[in-house]
Each structure stands twice: as structure tokens, then as C-alpha cells.
């Protein structure tokens, strides 16, 4: 089974700070991406990534940031964490470019205060 | 742009009822269309993948049929049981990017 793992469940930060959210998958995917979930909004794609080292941005890029520097791991970064930046931010995977499944991570919520 | 709507936005019914949850997209031209399940506070797992050159999938009660030209799908849920009750959310694949409805949250009562 594909494993998508989110390390925080349940993260609380101040504004202002810096905030890595880290996403680690085991099965050798080439695509990773990074997603909020908000009431109202459903899913919306931040940034993905189709190899290490590289990233494009999704439809709402603006105050994140990311890194791939392993194939298995994507971070997503808040440079400076705001209060509109609190939601429930989800991980995903698939195998290689084109029309593939995504596996997702359990989610991390983060409460900006 | 792609927008995609589900409707209803939720629904209940009672334990063994077959039911039919609809997703409507804007733009017909997919590659695929994926629908999820997601329980509360958890991520989402995939139920069915459907491509763009079929029109339907199935996989145990659970049937899923794909109408591109109209923009519509629907994710046909047969003998509900009270473990189907989550949020159920469609999103339709461009190349690499999905993009997806708001969910139907589906309680099924016992």
C-alpha cells in the first residue's frame, strides 16, 4: 500500500512565524503536491512538484513556499504564518506525470494565532 | 477555468437505501475524474478513477459513470450502510492538476 505521511496532525503557531510542514511517501513517486482544505472552498492546490528540485505553482501559491530535495519528501513552507493561513493543509502523491491516481496523507491541521 | 459542483451539498438517509451523489464540471476536457472518501478530520482516499474514454467503473457497491460531454458524473452508492457515512468529493484531473467540488456529507442512519 502507498504510505503518504504527514508528520504533524495538529500544529498551533504565532503569527509571524516560520512554519515547515513536512510530507514524506515511500513508494517512489515522482509527483508530489500540497493542498488546503477550507469550509466552503474544498480543495485548493498550492504547489506541486514533478521531480526533485523542481516546482510549479497551483492556484494559490502566494505566502507558501516549497522544497524538494529528496524525491520522497515535500515541504511546505509559511515564511511568515498569518491568521488567513489557518486550515487543514493536505499532502498527495502519484506516480508519475500524466492522469494518475493521488494518494494523500492524513492532513495536518494548523491553527494560526 | 474549471469549476466543479456537487450536489446535494449533504444528504441523509436511512441504513439500506440505494442513493446517487452528482458532481458537474465546466469544461469537458479531462482526462479523468476521481472520486473520494473522507471521513472527519482524516485525508482522503480514492474510491474509483474513471478515464476520460469510459464511462463508467465499479468497484463493490459503489458504481461511478462519467458523461463528458454534459459535464456530469455520478458516484451510485448501492444498500447503504451506516460505515458509508463521510464526505464524499469529486475532482476532475487536467493534466496533472485536480481540481475539485465542495463533497456531499452522507449520513447514513442505522
Known amino acids: 500500500d502507498v504510505k503518504v505521511t504527514q508528520s504533524s496532525r495538529y500544529l498551533v503557531k504565532r503569527t509571524g512565524e516560520k512554519v515547515f510542514l513536512e510530507c514524506v511517501q515511500d513508494?517512489?513517486?515522482?509527483?508530489m503536491f500540497w493542498y488546503r482544505q477550507d469550509p466552503g472552498l474544498g480543495l485548493r492546490l498550492i504547489y506541486f512538484?514533478?521531480?526533485?528540485?523542481?516546482?510549479e505553482k497551483g492556484d494559490i501559491p502566494e505566502g507558501y513556499s516549497v522544497s524538494r530535495e529528496k524525491k520522497e519528501r515535500f515541504s511546505l513552507i509559511l515564511e511568515s504564518a498569518s491568521t488567513n493561513q489557518t486550515s487543514m493543509y493536505l499532502c498527495?502523491?502519484?506516480?508519475?506525470?500524466?492522469?494518475?491516481?493521488?494518494?494523500f496523507g492524513a492532513g495536518t491541521r494548523l491553527s494560526v494565532l | 477555468k474549471q469549476e466543479v459542483t456537487q450536489i446535494p451539498a449533504a444528504l441523509s438517509v436511512p441504513e439500506g437505501e440505494n442513493l446517487v451523489l452528482n458532481c458537474s464540471f465546466t469544461?469537458?476536457?479531462?482526462?479523468?475524474l476521481q472520486w473520494f472518501r473522507q471521513d472527519p478530520g482524516k485525508g482522503l482516499t480514492s474510491l474509483l478513477l474513471?478515464?476520460?474514454?469510459?464511462r463508467e467503473q465499479t468497484s463493490g457497491r459503489l458504481n461511478a459513470s462519467l458523461d463528458k460531454s454534459s459535464g456530469r458524473s455520478t458516484l451510485y452508492i448501492a444498500a447503504s450502510q451506516p460505515g458509508d457515512s463521510a464526505t464524499y468529493l469529486c475532482?476532475?484531473?487536467?493534466?496533472?492538476?485536480?481540481?475539485f467540488g465542495t463533497g456531499t456529507r452522507l449520513l447514513v442512519s442505522p
Open positions: 474513471i478515464q476520460s474514454s469510459q
Open positions: 513508494m517512489d513517486h515522482e509527483n
Open positions: 512538484s514533478y521531480d526533485v528540485k523542481m516546482k
Open positions: 475532482a476532475v484531473v487536467g493534466f496533472q492538476k485536480l481540481v
Open positions: 498527495a502523491s502519484s506516480p508519475t506525470r500524466g492522469q494518475n491516481i493521488q494518494y
Open positions: 469544461d469537458s476536457a479531462i482526462y479523468n
